[in-house]
C-alpha cells in the first residue's frame, strides 16, 4: 500500500485544515487508517484512527471534539478534519496504514505497516 498524505500549510490558532491521504496498491479498503503526528523534538504520537469499514474511530484525548477522521473507500481516501487549531497542534502529520483482523483500529504507531511521507502543519498564535 503507497500513502500520499496532503492539504498541511500555515493557519492561524482556531482556524482549520482538511488532511487528505490517498492510498494506492494493495486493496487498501482493507486497512484501518490511522493519522500521527511528530512535533520537532518530540516522539510521534497517535492523533486518530478509522476502522476498515469506517464503523470505528478514535482519538487521542487532545483532538476528541475538535477533529474528525473520515474515509471515503471509493475514492482510497482518508480525511482528517481539524477544527479550531491550536499552537501545540504544530506538527509534521503522517498517515498510516494497518492490516488487522480485530474489526477495531489501533492506536500503536508499531502495528502500522505502512507510512506516507507527512505533511506539516504549522498553526500560529
Known amino acids: 500500500v503507497q500513502l500520499q498524505a496532503s492539504g498541511g500549510g500555515l493557519v492561524q490558532a482556531g482556524g482549520s485544515l482538511k488532511l487528505s491521504c490517498a492510498a494506492s496498491?494493495?486493496?487498501?479498503?482493507?486497512?484501518?487508517m490511522g493519522w500521527f503526528r511528530q512535533a520537532p523534538g518530540k516522539e510521534r504520537e497517535f492523533v486518530a484512527a478509522?476502522?476498515?469499514?469506517?464503523?470505528?474511530?478514535l482519538y487521542v484525548d487532545s483532538v476528541k471534539g475538535r477533529f474528525t477522521i473520515s474515509r471515503d473507500n471509493a475514492k482510497n481516501t482518508v480525511y482528517l478534519q481539524m477544527n479550531s487549531l491550536k499552537p501545540e497542534d504544530t506538527a509534521v502529520y503522517y498517515c498510516?496504514?494497518?492490516?488487522?483482523?480485530?474489526?477495531?483500529?489501533?492506536?500503536?504507531?508499531?502495528?502500522?505497516?505502512?507510512w506516507g511521507q507527512g505533511t506539516e502543519v504549522t498553526v500560529s498564535s
Open positions: 498510516a496504514a494497518d492490516w488487522s483482523r480485530s474489526p477495531v483500529p489501533t492506536t500503536r504507531k508499531n502495528e502500522y505497516e505502512y
Open positions: 478509522i476502522s476498515n469499514t469506517a464503523v470505528s474511530t
Open positions: 496498491g494493495r486493496t487498501p479498503s482493507n486497512y484501518h
